[in-house]
């Protein structure tokens, strides 16, 4: 099971640090990945990182500004999300599968969270 928090409402350029947290399986096992779906539009990949943590990899539109991390000790990714804009409103999903690829893709994934909802509004 998967857990998403860390969610909220924020102006923009401000910041948010997302949280995904296992429960019932090893994190250490598993990539992680991050999707968001806006209103009206299809769920897209954010982000991805490796069991290990050394293999990264993130969607064009939030290069530079978003960054992912795992502490597998803790059984918990990171997603921290810095100069925010409206366009990244969405609802933020984790998700794991048992390999990396640099094909980050809903339908690749076995696991999911429910979902954290991100808002950026002035």
């Known amino acids: 099971q998967l857990q998403a928090s860390g969610g909220g409402l924020v102006q923009p350029g401000g910041s948010l640090r997302l949280s995904c947290k296992t429960s019932?399986?090893?994190?250490?096992?598993?990539?992680i990945g991050w999707f968001r779906q806006a209103p009206g539009k299809e769920r897209e990949g954010v982000a991805c990182?490796?069991?290990?943590?050394?293999?990264?990899i993130y969607a064009d539109s939030v290069k530079g500004r978003f960054t992912i991390s795992r502490d597998n000790a803790k059984n918990t990714v990171y997603l921290q999300m810095n100069s925010l804009v409206p366009g990244d409103t969405a609802v933020y999903y984790c998700?794991?599968?048992?390999?990396?690829?640099?094909?980050?893709?809903?339908?690749?994934?076995?696991?999911w969270g429910q979902g954290t909802q991100v808002t950026v509004s002035s």
């Open positions: 998700a794991a599968r048992p390999y990396y690829s640099s094909r980050n893709y809903e339908a690749s994934y076995d696991y």
């Open positions: 019932g399986f090893t994190l250490g096992y598993y990539a």
């Open positions: 990182i490796s069991s290990s943590g050394g293999s990264i």
